[in-house]
Nanobody, 123 residues
Framework: HLVESGGGLVQAGDSLRLSCVAS????????MGWFRQAPGKEREFVAA????????DYGDFVKGRFTISRDNAKSTTYLQMNSLKPEDTAVYYC??????????????????WGQGTQVTVSS
């Protein structure tokens, strides 16, 4: 069970931090990912982090603006988003891959998904 929070309406150049709280057994060993989907577009990989937090991967469009992290003691994964642009507007989803030990890019590999949180960036 994954629950995202932290979305909202911001202006271009602002920052947001998304949170994803996981519940249930096995989460601490899971790879966690963030994806996003804008209206009329396919779901897009944003970032992923492995169970230890050492392995991370990012979508090409991130270009140093976003940082994924996790706090296993709090069962929470974060996505810090800086220098937001209008094209970052989308629903952001948290996902868990309970079978992998590395950061995973492919959405099909993930086993569990949250409901999503809306991020809207105005120009």
């Amino acid at each position: 069970h994954l629950v995202e929070s932290g979305g909202g309406l911001v202006q271009a150049g602002d920052s947001l931090r998304l949170s994803c709280v996981a519940s249930g057994p096995g989460w601490i060993h899971a790879t966690m990912g963030w994806f996003r989907q804008a209206p009329g577009k396919e779901r897009e990989f944003v970032a992923a982090i492995n169970w230890s937090g050492v392995g991370t991967d990012y979508g090409d469009f991130v270009k140093g603006r976003f940082t994924i992290s996790r706090d296993n003691a709090k069962s929470t994964t974060y996505l810090q988003m800086n220098s937001l642009k209008p094209e970052d507007t989308a629903v952001y989803y948290c996902a868990a891959d309970v079978h992998s030990t590395i950061a995973v890019v492919a959405a099909a590999e993930y086993d569990y998904w949250g409901q999503g949180t809306q991020v809207t960036v105005s120009s």
